[in-house]
């Protein structure tokens, strides 16, 4: 986009990492700041989450017990799932580079509110704090062990601090409520000057799906919650069948909003996707249009699929059947994605810089759990399925496989635009192969001892399944150390590592545009955008296209 080329502010001494002070943080109302303050809050949540899941793996390296007992275990459990569900992947990669990056990428200076843009995080970080209130629990009871679902009866009646976890989920709820309509209302009012929908980066797109989405699926979750902390204060019955309430209305609601809520943490990945793979095969992405409307078609069926998760519950048959139906009917946009990526690599000058080995292993791995997820959409094969480990490989093929690797594909890939300087890519290189093998060294053998009947969130397991469970600890643990070896790289690189230049990948999005690191307020002018940011050359050099 060279008629924004001049638009940097290059001139300034200063950037918007330039002030220091702790107060400088947490009073700014910089998106960028912002961002990033969510970035590192979730980094740190992901390293304890992690912590949790190796000692849930530990235990179960042997049968019987290793080290702890069950209750501990079910509290390992829930802490594993509430902090890696509400505290890191939902916020994730929206929160985080949505933050810093889409405003830019629009050509805007801001988001529409900077400053309830500095409340959501406040109250995602209040959220935190109450969680931590609850695993002290000062009044007896200690912390939570339903798992991070919270399903009822045992929800309403367990006397560990259950309700104090699901207010602390509420809090980061509203979060999440007002971030998204921040978002919504940035990306229709203060796009610059030529920057029209069929100009607007696919990062940005899957960052306005996400956005509608935390808009209307989470208030389902925040009354969810409420209900459940009215029936357990005030005795009204909601969900308990002892004061004629229906415990799988509590799964209808938590459901509706959380198939939903995993295209939150789905969606941005994509989109992360979307701006790597055509940059590092130095081709412009193949089907924009496609891609782009693709992701409001996923956010809309998003809305219509929850049903799946309770094949095995109330349900008639005819709504088995439709709600099958419906759930096959979200394979589709998500492959034309998946073959458009493919398409793009087809013929192209690739890179396997480190960005783009993760954002490879995201389309092999997501493609994974997709497929994965077929059988569950059919009623009688997840008759046999539901509440297995096939499930659970499943569930972190599309999750783990899918947000956390393009998490750390976008970490790669806009740490030294962050920054201003690069990271070291053959220790890149091998902390990503550590990921990789210990990925799917941890999950292929759940899925094999599910569909031999391993049921999942279990302590115990019969011997015959030691040899899966063993393999999948030893997958954990190399897994573990691939991420934390890929996240020191990136921590020492910020500090001691090269000066990168402006635009270290060549790409030409508007961000790559400005200095490294970024100025504070974006643009000295509002820049006017006449081009389309994904067409290049022969050469592989970004040029103008007459879009």
Request: glycine share 8%; proline share 6%.
């Amino acid at each position: 986009m060279s008629s924004v080329a001049h638009t940097a502010d290059h001139a300034h001494s200063e950037n918007f990492l330039s002030k220091k002070g702790i107060m400088s943080w947490l009073s700014s109302v910089d998106h960028k700041r912002i961002g990033l303050l969510y970035l590192y809050t979730g980094l740190l949540a992901f390293m304890v989450g992690g912590v949790f899941a190796l000692l849930l793996r530990t235990e179960l390296l042997f049968p019987g017990k290793t080290y702890i007992d069950e209750r501990t275990y079910n509290i390992f459990f829930t802490l594993h799932g509430t902090i890696m569900i509400f505290i890191f992947i939902v916020p994730g990669i929206v929160a985080s580079f949505g933050n810093i990056f889409m405003p830019i990428m629009i050509g805007a200076r801001d988001v529409a509110f900077p400053v309830l843009n500095r409340f959501s995080y406040q109250i995602y970080v209040a959220g935190i704090l109450v969680i931590l209130y609850g695993l002290v629990n000062p009044f007896g009871g200690g912390p939570a062990d339903t798992g991070w679902t919270f399903y009822t009866p045992y929800s309403t009646k367990s006397t560990t601090s259950v309700i104090t976890l699901t207010f602390g989920a509420f809090l980061m709820g509203f979060s999440s409520i007002l971030t998204g309509l921040n978002f919504v209302v940035t990306i229709h009012k203060m796009r610059a000057p030529g920057m029209t929908w069929m100009r607007m980066p696919l990062f940005v797109w899957s960052i306005y799906s996400t956005a509608l989405i935390q808009v209307l699926a989470t208030p389902v979750i925040g009354i969810t919650l409420l209900l459940l902390i009215a029936e357990r204060f005030f005795g009204i019955g909601f969900f308990d069948p002892a004061l004629g309430g229906d415990p799988s209305l509590f799964q209808h609601f938590f459901w509706f909003y959380s198939h939903p809520v995993v295209y939150i943490m789905i969606l941005p990945a994509m989109g992360v996707v979307s701006e790597i793979i055509p940059v590092f095969a130095r081709k412009p992405i193949f089907g924009y249009k496609a891609i782009a409307y693709s992701s409001l078609a996923i956010a809309g069926i998003s809305f219509l699929v929850w049903a799946h998760h309770l094949f095995v519950s109330t349900l008639s048959t005819s709504a088995v059947i439709f709600f099958s139906t419906l759930t096959y009917f979200v394979a589709i946009p998500t492959a034309i994605k998946v073959f458009n990526w493919i398409t793009t690599l087809y013929g192209g000058q690739i890179e396997l810089k480190v960005p783009m080995l993760y954002a490879l292993a995201f389309v092999f791995l997501f493609a994974i759990g997709g497929l994965t997820g077929l059988p569950l959409a059919a009623p009688a094969v997840d008759m046999s399925y539901h509440d297995t480990y096939f499930v659970v490989a499943h569930f972190h093929y599309t999750i783990q496989g899918g947000t956390i690797i393009s998490l750390m594909a976008a970490l790669y890939y806009w740490m030294p635009k962050i920054s201003g300087r690069m990271y070291n890519e053959r220790f890149g290189v091998v902390s990503f192969c550590f990921v990789f093998i210990g990925f799917n060294l941890t999950f292929i053998p759940q899925f094999l001892m599910g569909t031999q009947g391993m049921p999942r969130r279990y302590y115990d397991y019969e011997p015959v399944f030691h040899i899966y469970h063993m393999l999948s600890t030893i997958g954990a643990y190399i897994l573990g150390t691939g991420y934390f070896t890929a996240i020191l790289n990136l921590l020492i690189s910020s500090f001691k590592g090269k000066p990168c230049g402006d635009n270290p990948w060549n790409a030409n999005t508007l961000e790559w545009k400005l200095s490294s690191p970024m100025p504070e307020h974006n643009f000295h002018e509002v820049p006017t955008i006449t081009e389309w940011p994904y067409e290049y050359g022969r050469d592989g050099q970004p040029r103008s296209a007459k879009k």
